[in-house]
């Protein structure tokens, strides 16, 4: 036999009562009974089903705190732990727009930048990629403006 409060295992097959007797006597079992009765039931944290106004305005008022604290957490978790990559990016944008290079212009800059973060590929394997890519060539050659 095995008591679900206390998980020992014994046998009652032929002295069954005095085995429950002797098991009941034991530390383990009276640990378990006492933790079994101080513990609540998480059924005893909620409200009973009772529809009444005062208990469906609660569930509003407690419906609406849940949903801006969603909002909130997702701000806050959405953020950047680090600024790492930023300064990254910061590094990379001075390394190309030094004093020599002042005379390049922003947007130009910023269409660098661009490709720079948001590619992985090498100079010969973007080259690569593009002449394959007859119709991305026909749109970079054309006069629309990608920004």
Known sequence: MSPPLCKSEFDIS??????????IKKQKHKVA???????RKVNNFFKT???TTENLLLAAKE??????????CQFVLSLPGTSA????????????WASE????????????????TNFDESCNGMFQTLKLDTKFLKEIHGSQKYF
Do not use: C
């Not at 032929?14 to 098991?23: A, K, L, V």
């Not at 009974?33 to 513990?39: F, H, R, T, W």
């Not at 419906?63 to 909130?72: K, M, P, W």
């Open 14 to 23: 032929n002295s069954g009562r005095s085995n429950i007797t002797n098991h």
């Open 33 to 39: 009974l006492n933790v079994a009765v101080s513990s």
């Open 49 to 51: 089903n009772d529809l």
């Open 63 to 72: 419906g609406t705190l849940a949903y801006h604290l969603e909002i909130v």
């Open 85 to 96: 990559p930023i300064e990254r990016l910061f590094s990379q944008i001075n390394k190309y």
């Open 101 to 116: 290079k002042s005379q390049l212009h922003v947007s130009t800059l910023k269409s660098v930048m661009l490709v720079f």
